[in-house]
């Protein structure tokens, strides 16, 4: 099977079956070296359920999945996978420990030792602004401080690929707004290969170099932020990235580069390069 040479993630039929229906239907998928490809979707789109299945957490119900031209569970196994990413998810789940122990903890599962880690953590920890809290219990912080730990831990490994759930769920908007300003500061510095889903359109144009729109388990499109703005599929997509003023029409006649649409009984006119 042919791979794309720079594709860190590739999808090949990928399907996702619960309970007798298919909540996730992608025929082909890549994601490529260095970009920050952004899912856009409404509630129960299967955003959720790609990340999962790229992350190796859902076994699909059909179809295979590649990191770095290798196979997930068959050229190289699940756990060696895992080391070699990041997930963040909407709640920070963060251990019962300081907020240092926290971000140095995917470092001493991957069995560094003290002397290495130490420089790493505290780079992290200045990175995302949290260096003043690094003896704080994570029990105590507020859900903008224990969201940043959660991205910094995840930063800290160097992952080669970073997968987020909508980590910005349910912020106060200015904290939001701070984080995302941070987050995209450090994905343009580290250059690190990103998935990231929201249902949030500001987000995705944001912190996008690639958008994907999803809904009903399916991809409807995939292009650069400009492009997808200017072009949207169909109606579902125009709306899912806010265009609100979809009007019903009938094209009546086109000449050349003219375009002639009756809309409520009204001609419209046009001038723009028409596919056949």
Same mark, same amino acid.
């Given at each position: 099977?042919?791979? #794309?040479?720079?594709?860190?993630?590739?999808?090949?039929?990928?399907?996702?079956?619960?309970?007798?229906?298919?909540?996730?239907?992608?025929?082909?998928? /890549?994601?490529?070296?260095?970009?920050?490809?952004?899912?856009?979707?409404?509630?129960?789109?299967?955003?959720?359920?790609?990340?999962?299945?790229?992350?190796?957490?859902?076994?699909?119900?059909?179809?295979?999945?590649?990191?770095?031209?290798?196979?997930?569970?068959? #050229?190289?196994?699940?756990?060696?996978?895992?080391?070699?990413?990041?997930?963040?998810?909407?709640?920070?789940?963060?251990?019962?420990?300081?907020?240092?122990?926290?971000?140095?903890?995917?470092?001493?599962?991957?069995?560094?030792?003290?002397?290495?880690?130490?420089?790493?953590?505290?780079?992290?920890?200045?990175?995302?602004?949290?260096?003043?809290?690094?003896?704080?219990?994570?029990?105590?912080?507020?859900?903008?401080?224990?969201?940043?730990?959660?991205?910094?831990?995840?930063?800290?490994?160097?992952?080669?690929?970073?997968?987020?759930?909508?980590?910005?769920?349910?912020?106060?908007?200015?904290?939001?707004?701070?984080?995302?300003?941070?987050?995209?500061?450090?994905?343009?510095?580290?250059?690190?290969?990103?998935?990231?889903?929201?249902?949030?359109?500001?987000?995705?144009?944001?912190?996008?170099?690639r958008i994907g729109i999803m809904d009903s388990g399916k991809l409807l499109q995939t292009g650069s932020p400009e492009d997808v703005m200017k072009s949207p599929v169909n109606?579902?997509?125009?709306?899912?990235?806010?265009?609100?003023?979809?009007?019903?029409?009938?094209?009546?006649?086109?000449?050349?580069?003219?375009? /002639?649409?009756?809309?409520?009984?009204?001609?419209?006119?046009?001038?723009?390069?028409?596919?056949?």
């Amino acid at each position: 099977m042919k791979i #794309d040479p720079q594709s860190v993630l590739t999808a090949k039929n990928l399907k996702v079956i619960r309970g007798g229906s298919s909540v996730l239907e992608i025929p082909e998928l /890549t994601v490529t070296e260095g970009e920050r490809f952004i899912i856009i979707g409404p509630n129960g789109a299967g955003k959720s359920t790609l990340l999962q299945a790229f992350s190796a957490l859902i076994k699909p119900s059909e179809g295979k999945i590649f990191f770095r031209g290798k196979e997930i569970g068959a #050229d190289i196994p699940i756990l060696e996978f895992r080391r070699k990413m990041a997930m963040v998810l909407q709640e920070p789940l963060l251990f019962n420990t300081s907020v240092y122990r926290n971000v140095a903890s995917g470092l001493k599962i991957r069995g560094l030792s003290k002397d290495r880690i130490e420089p790493i953590v505290e780079k992290a920890l200045v990175r995302f602004g949290i260096d003043h809290l690094r003896d704080r219990s994570a029990r105590t912080l507020s859900g903008g401080e224990a969201r940043r730990v959660s991205i910094a831990r995840a930063f800290a490994v160097d992952p080669e690929i970073l997968l987020l759930d909508e980590p910005f769920s349910a912020l106060d908007p200015i904290i939001r707004e701070i984080l995302i300003e941070d987050l995209d500061r450090v994905l343009r510095e580290t250059r690190i290969t990103t998935v990231f889903v929201t249902h949030d359109r500001a987000e995705a144009f944001r912190l996008a170099s690639r958008i994907g729109i999803m809904d009903s388990g399916k991809l409807l499109q995939t292009g650069s932020p400009e492009d997808v703005m200017k072009s949207p599929v169909n109606e579902i997509a125009a709306s899912l990235i806010g265009m609100e003023n979809i009007l019903p029409g009938e094209v009546v006649s086109t000449k050349g580069n003219t375009l /002639t649409v009756h809309i409520e009984g009204k001609p419209l006119g046009a001038s723009e390069a028409i596919e056949p």
